[in-house]
C-alpha cells in the first residue's frame, strides 16, 4: 500500500509511459448496458479465461487486438463513457498498433470485475489489467512492462547473500506449516527482527472479518458502504467510487487483498471494529505492542501526509492511550487531502514509527493462523493474485500479501503443493532514511525478493 508508484503497482495501475504517454485509468460507474454474455467458458488463445463481466471483456479485447484499427463503435459499446472521456480510441488504437497482437499466456488474478493477465506481444512481456464497472462496462484498462524476475537462487547460502545485499535491514523465513499451521523453519535470517510490513497487515484485518463471520455478526454477503470517513487513497479501485456505493464483504476482502485496496481494508476495519484486529494480532504475533493502535490506511495517509513532521512526530512520541486518543480527535477530524493536492512523499518517512510491524516469523504465523481457517472465501481471497511469484505446476495453490510504502518492501507467500504439503516465505526489506528508489532500481529490488522466494520454495521441497 503506497501512494508512489512502484514496480508492481506500476503493472497494476499505469501504462507504461513506452507505449503510451498517458493513463488508461478512468472513473467508474455508467448507465450504459455492456453486451450479455454465453454461458460457457471464455477462452482465448489457448488459455481458459473465467466466465465474468471481466473475463468476457478482456476476450473481446484480446480477439479485438489481434486486428487493430477496433472499430470505434466496439469501444462504445464495451467501454464506459467515462473512460472514453479520459482515453481516446485513437490513442488505445495507437497502442495496440505499435506493441502488435496480444497472446495470453496465464490469468495471473481474476475476480467478477477485475482480471490480470500475462501478455506475449512484439514489444516483450506486458501484463494486462481489466476492471469492469456495475453494468459490465471496461472502466480499467491497463498495460504494462511485465517484470523480469532474475534466476533463483541454488543453494541457501546464496539465497542468504543475495538477500544481505538486498537492503540495509532484511528479515526472511522459509518455512513448512505443520499439522497445526504452525511454521517449523527450514531456513531464516533475522526471523525475529521486527520491522514494518506495510500492506501485509491485512491479512491480520482478513482474519478478524472471519472471527466476525464465525460469531454471527457479519456475514460474506453482508454489504458494507464507501463514506468520507473510511475512504482513502489508492491503491485499489474503491476510492474512486461515490460515497453510499455497496460492496459484499466478500467483494471487499478480495480487493483489500488481491489489490491492496486500501478502501476496503479501511471498509473492513471499521465494519469489525479496531480492538478485534488488535485481538487477532495479539494472539499470532510476538509483536503485538508495535501494533496497538492498529491503524487505518486513511490515519497512517495522514500522519505521514499532513503538517508532516509534526503530527507524526506528536503521534509517535505519545504512549498507546496518548495516540488512541489522537486519533479519535486531531487524526479524525483532519480532512484526507485530494491526492492530486498532496505534497510529494519521496523518502522514507518515520517508518520505525508510524504504521504496522512485525517479524518474518510474526507474518508466517499470521499466514498459517489464516490457512488453519479453512474457509473458501479466505482462500478465495489470498489466492486471486499470485504476487508474480509463478511457481510451477506442482504447486496447486499460491497464496499472497505484500506491502510496500517509500523505504519499505515485503512479500508474502503461502504455497500448497501436489504432496498435500504447505510452506510459507516471508521476505522483509527496510531501507530507512532514503529517498524513493528510481523505477528501474525499484523493480529490481521488488524481482530480486520474489527470485529468492521462488528459490526457497524450491529449496524446501527438494
Known sequence: MQRCRSGTQRALTAIAATLLAGSMVAGCGSDTEAPEGGDETV???GISLPETPAGQQVSWFLEASSQPPIPPDEFTERMSPEFLAEISPEVINEVLMAVGPLEPTEVQSATDDAIVVSINSADGQLTLTLRVNDDGMIDTLNLAPALNIPDAPESWGSLTERLESLAPEASFIAARLNDDGACESA????ADDVM???SMFKVYVLEAVQRAIDAGDLTWESTIAVTEDNRSWPTGFLQDEEPGTEVTVAEAAGLMISFSD???SDMLLEAVGREAVEEVVAETSANADANRPMLTTQEMFKLKIVDYPQLADQFS?????????LLNTTVADTPLPELAAAEPWTSSRHIDSIGWFGSASDMCAAFGSLHEIGDENVAAAMSDNDGGVALGAEWTSVWYKGGSEPGVTALGYLAENDADETYVVVVLTNAPDTDVPEMEESEARITEMMSLARGAFTLMTN
Open 262 to 264: 486500501n478502501t476496503a
Open 187 to 190: 531456513h531464516d535470517v533475522r
Open 196 to 198: 514494518p510490513i506495510a
Open 317 to 325: 512520541g505519545g504512549g498507546e492511550a496518548e495516540r488512541r486518543s
Open 43 to 45: 477462452s482465448a488463445a
